[in-house]
């Protein structure tokens, strides 16, 4: 069974179109700023209202999960996520107390909360409660994809990642490609988050496509982040 991951680029965010013989898997869903250029890419890869089998929410981080209501009811299909970040979309929870790591985004956080445009952007969120929930190990292949949910907390507490049977990964938060490559820049559990990363070290996989960033390789990974960095990960 073959499957093709198309990269959909919303700005600072990602999603992925998977293209399987049995129809789409589409991960995360971006902002809603980026909802017109989401349905275009949808429509040019031909997916449309009988062949999204899945939406999966790798984490919980309204980027991420800002247009599942819409597309969910445009496309009659279901969406899926791990048990552990379901508050964040049921209820609004969005802002759990984390460490931001990069000066950037620490700083963009600030002016986002002295202007209150993450207040906004909550208040706008449409909340919603998953369809089922997907945990360490369950594969996907009833949905025409092979591949194995990974479940790695760190970033947040139900992070998870998907990794195909050829050996590529789809990494949400958990790897990111923003100003070089690195794991999480926004860390819940730095513990739980540098156990994921020497997890992911064991796993043989070839090519990452992270939430943020364009898809880099693991040897890549590898030579930029880990030769250099694996002494302090977890500890930053």
């Given at each position: 069974?073959?499957?093709?991951?198309?990269?959909?680029?919303?700005?600072?965010?990602?999603?992925?179109?998977?293209?399987?013989?049995?129809?789409?898997?589409?991960?995360?869903?971006?902002?809603r700023s980026g909802r017109a250029d989401l349905e275009k890419a949808?429509?040019?890869?031909?997916?449309?209202?009988?062949?999204?089998?899945?939406?999966?929410?790798?984490?919980?981080?309204?980027?991420?999960?800002?247009?599942?209501?819409?597309?969910?009811?445009?496309?009659q299909t279901r969406i899926a996520m791990h048990q552990n970040d379901?508050?964040?979309?049921?209820?609004?929870?969005?802002?759990?107390?984390?460490?931001?790591?990069?000066?950037?985004?620490?700083?963009?956080?600030?002016?986002?909360?002295?202007?209150?445009?993450?207040?906004?952007?909550?208040?706008?969120?449409?909340?919603?409660?998953?369809?089922?929930?997907?945990?360490?190990?369950?594969?996907?292949?009833?949905?025409?994809?092979?591949?194995?949910?990974?479940?790695?907390?760190?970033?947040?507490?139900?992070?998870?990642?998907?990794?195909?049977?050829?050996?590529?990964?789809?990494?949400?938060?958990?790897?990111?490609?923003?100003?070089?490559?690195?794991?999480?820049?926004?860390?819940?559990?730095?513990?739980?988050?540098?156990?994921?990363?020497?997890?992911?070290?064991?796993?043989?996989?070839?090519?990452?496509?992270?939430?943020?960033?364009k898809p880099f390789t693991w040897e890549q990974f590898v030579e930029?982040?880990?030769?250099?960095?694996?002494?302090?990960?977890?500890?930053?």
């Amino acid at each position: 069974m073959t499957s093709e991951i198309l990269t959909i680029s919303l700005g600072f965010v990602n999603c992925y179109l998977v293209k399987t013989n049995a129809g789409f898997i589409l991960v995360d869903t971006g902002m809603r700023s980026g909802r017109a250029d989401l349905e275009k890419a949808l429509a040019n890869a031909g997916c449309q209202l009988g062949n999204l089998k899945l939406i999966v929410i790798t984490h919980g981080d309204i980027d991420h999960t800002d247009n599942c209501v819409y597309l969910r009811e445009k496309y009659q299909t279901r969406i899926a996520m791990h048990q552990n970040d379901a508050s964040m979309v049921e209820n609004g929870a969005m802002r759990p107390r984390r460490k931001v790591k990069s000066p950037l985004l620490r700083l963009m956080h600030l002016v986002m909360r002295l202007f209150g445009g993450m207040d906004k952007m909550v208040a706008a969120f449409d909340r919603f409660k998953p369809d089922f929930y997907l945990d360490e190990g369950q594969n996907l292949m009833e949905y025409g994809f092979d591949a194995t949910v990974l479940h790695l907390p760190g970033h947040t507490k139900g992070s998870i990642a998907i990794l195909t049977s050829t050996g590529n990964l789809i990494s949400g938060d958990t790897l990111e490609n923003r100003g070089g490559l690195h794991p999480a820049l926004i860390v819940d559990n730095e513990a739980e988050l540098a156990a994921s990363v020497d997890r992911l070290a064991q796993l043989g996989i070839k090519t990452v496509y992270p939430g943020h960033g364009k898809p880099f390789t693991w040897e890549q990974f590898v030579e930029h982040f880990l030769k250099k960095n694996r002494a302090d990960i977890g500890r930053k």
